[in-house]
């Protein structure tokens, strides 16, 4: 961080960004894929006010439905007092865990339930230092038009559909036991109006998570529940043949952990979504591990074992080692 004069116009200005080569490698034939992923996050601030930018850019389009190669993850304006902040613009979304630590990740990502940048307001603060609460409310007039979901999994990526005035909150307790100890856990949800192209439907989500952090070893998850369909034909498809049904029962689960035996953080993820009411379950184990080769760069070495359990039967969704050399700063 760079501080100027007390007297100077200059804001104080935070600079963070990295570089993810990532390669995808499928173990059952079908075509491997490499990109070269970026992302600069810039935060200045005046007393106050401040202003954070987040644009991000890779080598191929992360997904069919972006407009290009390049596009804004967040940016707000920031207004700061008494230990609380209004963001106002382009934030993610606080309902669940915020990530897995892996760089592959979840079928929750893939649904767009993590890293879901929406237009609106955010209110965070927390009470306490050691023992307190962190909390977030949340009004997002309209979705911020992508997120990492694949195509048809969520509300986004469906030609003229949109995620309208959605209302989320989240409190997190937490106990700082120790320097390296915490104990958090989280009880956040949201509700939205899913415009699809023919309907329009209200969508509820509740999520409880936990996550223990003991020195060097980590354990969290979460679970996290759906009412109403936010999209038209996911998770049954027909392709024109019969009838397409989209969920509007669904729960989620989240669980993982990692051990860091020094720069070697062996890591596990399991997901799991659950389509009650058109019986058809998603299930992703994702063993990996991290190399922390540098104190500013890291490489990830992943298998995505992902399964789906429909009526017809049990088919693989994924199968593929991941290899991601990640340098940041």
Known sequence: MITP?????APKLELHGGVSLYLYQPT???DGQAFVYSSLKIDASWDWFGIYFEPRLSSEKMRAYYDSLAWIQQAYLHFNALGTTLKVGKVYKRVGIAWDRSFYGNIQVY????????LGLSLEGKFGENVGVAYSAQYFYIDGHLNASLAYRDTVSIPGARKRNTFAGRIEPFFQLSKMDRLEFGLSGE???????TTSNTVTRL?????LTVHKFALWGEVLEQWGANVTGFPITSDGTGEDLASERRTYL?????FAFGP???????SIANYSDVGVREILHLPGVSLNVHPHATIFIEYAFWDRIAPEGRSAYDRSLNFTLQGFF
Do not use: C, H
């Not at 004069?5 to 116009?9: A, H, I, K, Q, R």
């Not at 509700?191 to 192209?197: K, Q, V, W």
């Not at 989240?254 to 990692?258: D, P, S």
């Not at 070697?264 to 399991?270: D, E, H």
């Open 5 to 9: 004069p007390e007297d100077s116009l």
């Open 207 to 211: 999520a409880l998570d936990v996550t």
């Open 111 to 118: 649904e767009g339930l993590k890293f879901d940048p929406n």
């Open 254 to 258: 989240l669980v993982g952990t990692e």
């Open 264 to 270: 070697i953080v062996p890591r596990y993820n399991l």
């Open 28 to 30: 059952n034939g079908w």
């Open 191 to 197: 509700t939205f109006t899913a415009d699809l192209p």
